[in-house]
C-alpha cells in the first residue's frame, strides 16, 4: 500500500471564508445602502428647496407671475406719461421643451411713447429704473438700439423702437413645460381708462363696447397699471383729427394712421389703420 497523501482535496462544504472577510463585505453593504439612502435624501431636498438652475425646471404656470410683476416694473420705469399701452399676453403652444417634450411660451408686450430720435435715450431711461438686478443695459443692434434685460426665474426682457414713435417692450418666458398653465389675473371692474375708451369711440362715430378688454399688471408700489382696449379689425375709415379735440391740440404723438393724446391720467392711443382699427386706454404705475 502507498504511503503518498493525496492532495488537491477540497471539503463538499466548499472553501472557509475567515470571518475578517464576511466582516468586511457586510460593512461595504451597509455603506452601500446608507450611501444610496442619504443621496435620495438629498435629491429630494434638493428638489424641494432649491432654486431651479435650468428654464425647463419652471413651467408656465411658475413663471407667469414673474411676467406680470416684470410688465408692472416696465411700466413704472416706463412713467405715466409714457406708457401707451399693455397688451395681452400671448401665449403659443407646440414648442419643445425637449424631443420629447412639448411645451409652451408666454409672451407680454408693453407699448412706450418714444418720438424719432429718442429712441436711445427712452430705453435707457428705462433700463436706469428697472431693479440693479435686472442687470438691463441698451446696446446698439442691427435695427437700432436694444434693451436687453434679466427679470429673474428664466425670465428675459428685450426693447426695440418701431417705426411710428413708439418703442416695444418684451417679457418672454421661453419654451416651458406647460404645468397647470398660464393664469391671468382677473381685473376689476373698469377704472377712468374705460370712459377715456369710451369718449375716443364717440369722437370716431364708433359705437362703444359694451365691454372692452381690459389688460393689467401689478404695480411695484401697489395698485395696477390697466388699459382698456377695444375690439380690433377692419372698420370704416376714420381720421386721426376726429381726435384732436380730445387732445387739446397737443398730442402725444400724430403720425397718422397712430394717433396718441393724454385725458387726464389717462393715455389712449389710437391704431386707425383700416385692415386693423384698434383703441387702448391706459392708466399707468406711480413713478
Do not use: H
Not at 429673474?152 to 421661453?174: I, K, M, Q, S, W
Not at 364708433?206 to 388699459?227: F, K, M, Q
Not at 383729427?241 to 394712421?257: E, F, M, Q, R
Amino acid at each position: 500500500m502507498s504511503g503518498a497523501v493525496q492532495t488537491g482535496w477540497v471539503s463538499s462544504a466548499g472553501p472557509t471564508v475567515p470571518a475578517p472577510a464576511r466582516r468586511r463585505g457586510r460593512w461595504l453593504l451597509a455603506a452601500t445602502v446608507a450611501w444610496a439612502v442619504l443621496l435620495a435624501a438629498l435629491t429630494w431636498m434638493s428638489v424641494r428647496t432649491d432654486p431651479p438652475t435650468v428654464r425647463e425646471q419652471r413651467s408656465l404656470d411658475q413663471a407667469g407671475p414673474v411676467v406680470d410683476r416684470a410688465v408692472g416694473e416696465l411700466a413704472r420705469a416706463a412713467g405715466a406719461a409714457g406708457l401707451l399701452e399693455l397688451s395681452p399676453p400671448r401665449i403659443a403652444a407646440g414648442c419643445r421643451v425637449t424631443p420629447l417634450a412639448e411645451g409652451a411660451r408666454l409672451r407680454r408686450e408693453i407699448g412706450v411713447l418714444a418720438p424719432p430720435g429718442t429712441e436711445r435715450a427712452v430705453l435707457a431711461g428705462i433700463a436706469d429704473r428697472l431693479p440693479a438686478t435686472w442687470q438691463a443695459g441698451v446696446r446698439s443692434g442691427l435695427n437700432g438700439p436694444q434693451l436687453r434685460a434679466d427679470a429673474g426665474e428664466f425670465v428675459a426682457v428685450e426693447g426695440r423702437p418701431t417705426v411710428d414713435g413708439r418703442v416695444l417692450l418684451f417679457v418672454d418666458t421661453g419654451c416651458r413645460p406647460v404645468g397647470s398653465g398660464y393664469r391671468p389675473a382677473q381685473p376689476t371692474a373698469a377704472g377712468p381708462e374705460a370712459a377715456a375708451l369710451t369718449a375716443a369711440l364717440a369722437a370716431l362715430g364708433r359705437p362703444a363696447d359694451a365691454a372692452p378688454e381690459l389688460v393689467t399688471a401689478p404695480c411695484p408700489g401697489g395698485g395696477l397699471a390697466r388699459t382698456a382696449r377695444s375690439a380690433g379689425g377692419p372698420g370704416p375709415e376714420a381720421s386721426t383729427a376726429a381726435l384732436a379735440p380730445l387732445a387739446g391740440a397737443t398730442p402725444l404723438l400724430d403720425k397718422p394712421p397712430v394717433y396718441a393724446y393724454r385725458a387726464g391720467p389717462v393715455t389712449v392711443l389710437a391704431d386707425l389703420a383700416p385692415e386693423d382699427t384698434r383703441l387702448a386706454a391706459t392708466v399707468g404705475c406711480p413713478s
